[in-house]
């Protein structure tokens, strides 16, 4: 009875342990979406403002090179 | 006769007396075990509830890992996919303005020099140079033969040499081959290429 006790409870504690690490994983794996998504936009706005400047040096190398 | 009644009354009330004493300290022993046995089946209840505790903590940081190891790489993947997409991007835009060099008032001068290099590569008293851009003409390309040494065969392709236009030279034999094309030098820069490009976009 004991055990059955001790160890039910503990199967509770289990359960709730293994739930919230899931959600807590799922909200960092939300956040890292979110990172990637202001990651990606900012790597479009550098491709925009740069893109020019890297065809010419690229053309540089190539012609000169 | 009254005396023998009195002695046989405290030898039963004696007995009586000893007989609980016995009785009670066996209780007291009893309870004492039953203690003892609770203590230790409560303590064992409890080391196995520890157990499957430390057990739990373990496999919820697996799963945290998991979640979270696949995500970082799905998005790792999707970051370096965004990267080669803008590089190669930028590379389509350099092969398009090399494929229109033709019409830059440096086509001459670059035209020239490509001829030099590859005559220089092969070294050879006859070459055999090959060149063609789009949208070129024989009368633009006619500077070239400046650079050329005598006994050096020019051959205008009608067409952009591999795709892109440019030069290749050879001996007369076509054994020593220089590819001097615009898709040649693009190749042999790659690497050089790639990260200038992605240095000038991404800063690194």
């Known amino acids: 009875m004991l055990r059955q006790e001790a160890l039910s409870s503990a199967q509770k504690q289990r359960e709730e342990i293994l739930r919230i690490a899931k959600e807590k994983a799922e909200a960092e794996a939300r956040q890292s979406d979110v990172e990637t998504e202001q990651l990606l936009k900012n790597y479009r706005k550098l491709a925009e403002a740069r893109r020019d400047d890297a065809v010419s040096k690229a053309l540089e190398l190539i012609l000169g090179g | ?204």
């Open chain 2, 1 to 204: 006769m009254n005396r023998v009644s009195e002695s046989l009354d405290k030898l039963h009330n004696r007995i009586l007396s000893d007989a609980k004493l016995k009785a009670d300290e066996t209780i007291r022993e009893a309870q004492a075990k039953a203690d003892q046995i609770i203590a230790e089946a409560r303590q064992r209840a409890q080391k196995e509830a520890d157990e499957l505790l430390a057990k739990a903590k373990l496999e919820a940081e697996a799963v945290r890992r998991s979640i979270l190891s696949s995500k970082v790489r799905a998005n790792r993947l999707r970051v370096l996919d965004e990267k080669n997409r803008i590089v190669q991007e930028v590379l389509g835009a350099v092969e398009e303005r090399l494929s229109n060099i033709a019409k830059s008032s440096r086509f001459g001068e670059t035209a020239q020099r490509f001829v030099a290099e590859a005559v220089k590569a092969v070294d050879s008293d006859q070459p055999v140079v090959r060149l063609g851009f789009k949208g070129s003409s024989k009368q633009n390309l006619d500077s070239v033969s400046k650079v050329l040494p005598k006994g050096s065969k020019l051959v205008f392709e009608e067409d952009p040499v591999d795709g892109l236009g440019g030069v290749v030279a050879s001996d007369a034999e076509g054994r020593i081959i220089f590819n001097n094309s615009f898709r040649s030098r693009l190749e042999r820069l790659d690497s050089q290429l790639l990260k200038l490009i992605a240095s000038t976009i991404f800063g690194e």
